[in-house]
């Protein structure tokens, strides 16, 4: 079995239902493997070593008892310090929260542990969701575990890292603007944005309110869908949230994509860097092989989705901090108030326009599905940046075709496309209709099955450190 650690999820729920893995020695596991790489990848801001090793004493001793709760039953999960946890701190990566201590479990928290799930940290992210890496906050931020000198992409960088790093075999994040399907990408590993409204936000610090949606991280995608599977649900905290129509989302993995007619986004790929672009078309021409209808899909310039996205996010953000940003503007980040601040300068007319605009970009979007299964795209359009460049930071961060799809609401995953010449992974991504999760998870796992790019894991020992 070597390393449970290295483990997928599937594969560890195998062997601890049948008691071939101990919950107890997976937990172990993960948490030396923490112990002796997270240092140089600061994917963590804290681990509850003693809390997850009692969990998994229980977990062991229910699963012998045959109380088996389902797939994540002993399994280790990180989630992004921005979910309340009861009697922990959610300090969202800012000096504001680090005294905040959680009363309650966040929605997803509970559905984590209802399903048995092991939480064994909170993970770094950028301050309070919003763009990009800080180095003035009390926590370093995490880097990228193929060459740690670049950015793991964000803003739930921490939980992509502990993925990607072998660290846990399930991470949760947040995504706005890509903040799931970023670090995913930058990593090498899968990341789902669900429909809006399909997993509770209950008990997660909100960053923009009709852009927020929690997702998940994770190896690969059949792990993906299994947990992503015990989030869904109604829940009465959170008035956006519904009962998800077609929840079997794994029904049709494996029946790969003979006969599907899939869309090519060609507008929101053009201007992507040359190796990525490469790597979209070899992409395109696996799943024509697989016997695919590729289909030409027509949309507004990918322009028009990022800046009506960002100005709504700037509107809801600053609305959630105008109190913090009038009283106590210097416990910020630089980058923090440079994201946060512009939203300060905005009308209720430039909202209220922004939302006029997204109306007719959903409308758009969901004429150019109507006649087809499911869309492709890339997913960011540069790579991964050094981490302390901060003008090669902001310069491409936002150079993305990630934030339609929270404009949308629609359900987009980023798998691994591929390395670049340097060793930096790229993303695709396959997009859905409302609800439609489960062709995602199927074309994603179609082509997924025809690479091994998801199958390769970065060496923690060569990776050189960080200066």
Known sequence: MGDPADLSLACAAALLRTQELSPVEYVASCLRRIHRYDPGLNAFISTDDDGALRAAREAESEIAKGNWRGPLHGVPVALKD???????????????????????DACIVKKLRDAGAILIGKTALHEFATGGPSFDLPWPPARNPWKRSHHPGGSSSGSGVSVAAGFVPVAIGTDTGGSVRNPATACGIAGMKPTYGAISRAGAFPLAFSLDHVGV???????????LQALLGRDLADPSSVDHPAPQLRASLGDGVKGLRIGIIDEF????????LAAFRQACRILEQLGAELVPLRLPPLDDYVDCGRLILQAEAFAIHEPWLRTRIGDYSKRGRTRLLPGAFLSAGDYIHAQQLRTVLVREY????A????????????LP?????????DRTYDKQARTPFNLTGTPAISVPMGFS??????????LGKSFGEAMVYRIAQAYEAA???HLRRPDLDASPRAE
């Open 82 to 104: 921005i979910f309340d946890v009861a009697g922990q701190r959610t300090s969202a990566h800012s000096r504001l929260r680090m005294d905040h201590i959680a009363s309650a």
């Open 217 to 227: 991280l994770s190896r690969n995608v059949q792990d993906n869908a299994l947990v």
């Open 269 to 276: 790929c053009i201007k992507a860097n040359g190796e990525i």
């Open 366 to 369: 969901t004429a150019a599905m």
């Open 371 to 382: 006649n087809v299964d499911g869309a492709v795209c890339v997913s960011s359009l540069e």
């Open 385 to 393: 940046c050094p981490i302390d460049d901060e003008a090669e930071v």
């Open 421 to 430: 010449e340097n060793g930096l992974p790229m993303g695709l991504q396959v």
């Open 451 to 453: 690479t091994d790019w």
